[in-house]
């Protein structure tokens, strides 16, 4: 059994129903039988998740450039040229559709890469959001450590095309219950092509984005 605390495991400790403490190292829960006369103790693995920081930077094409692109607003008429996406997409369905995520903060356990697909994400509510990146390695075993990582403050009117096998967390924001996001990718991407790090299981920690 996992004692849990948003965002953070409790140490681990020795508990009995009276709640008191009776030592540190490994957990156990201990429930009193129903007579009172005799206690069941469980183990448990519970541990605290260390917190790394990244600070956000401003979204410039020359920063993003080796995660993606940043696609702006164009005069109607323009003729396809570089500052356009560039979209691979020939290996599914295309799904073009409209992502509503509720509050989830600035912090992140796991972060994904698409191998299959080009990601196109960008926000239609009103507020700045936050991403994650970092360059592709092509293995969910050479997952990004704290150096690899960088965040990006995205602001409305802008959307960004992740390359194929960029490592992404989010979209993360907090200055609403919810938002809404347009999102292109393939029709079974998040089945078949969801490839995850999961940093608060196989390494102990989180990420919390400054701004």
């Keep these: 059994m996992l004692l849990h605390l948003p965002g953070r495991l409790h140490a681990k400790s020795t508990v009995c ?11 156990r829960v201990c429930k009193a039988s129903a007579k009172g006369q ?5 183990a448990t693995t519970a541990q605290r998740l260390q917190t790394l920081t990244l600070k956000a930077e401003d979204l410039t094409p020359e920063a993003f450039a080796p995660f993606g692109q940043v696609v ?3 005069i109607d008429g323009k003729n396809f040229d570089d500052t356009d996406a560039a979209l691979k997409l020939d ?5 073009f559709y409209i992502m509503r995520l509720p509050r989830r903060g600035l912090t992140f356990d796991r972060i994904t890469y698409h191998a299959d697909v080009t990601q196109c994400l960008g926000g239609l509510t009103p507020g700045d959001w936050y991403l994650a990146v970092a360059s592709p390695t092509g293995s969910v075993q050479q ?14 009117g802008k959307f960004v095309k992740l390359h194929q096998g960029t490592w992404h967390a989010g ?3 907090n200055a ?6 347009y999102n292109l990718e393939l029709s079974d991407t998040n089945q078949v092509d969801h490839n995850t790090h999961v940093y608060s299981k196989q390494d102990g920690l989180q990420y919390e984005v400054q701004i």
């Excluded at 005799?38 to 469980?42: E, G, M």
């Excluded at 609403?176 to 996001?181: A, I, K, Q, T």
């Design 72 to 74: 702006g607003p164009t």
């Design 176 to 181: 609403s219950e919810s938002m809404d996001f």
């Design 17 to 27: 129903p009276d709640n008191r403490v009776l030592h540190k190292g490994p957990a």
């Design 143 to 156: 997952f990004p450590t704290q150096q690899d990582l960088h965040a990006f403050r995205i602001p409305v």
């Design 91 to 95: 290996l599914g369905t295309p799904r």
């Design 171 to 173: 979209p993360l924001f």
């Design 38 to 42: 005799a206690h069941r103790c469980f």
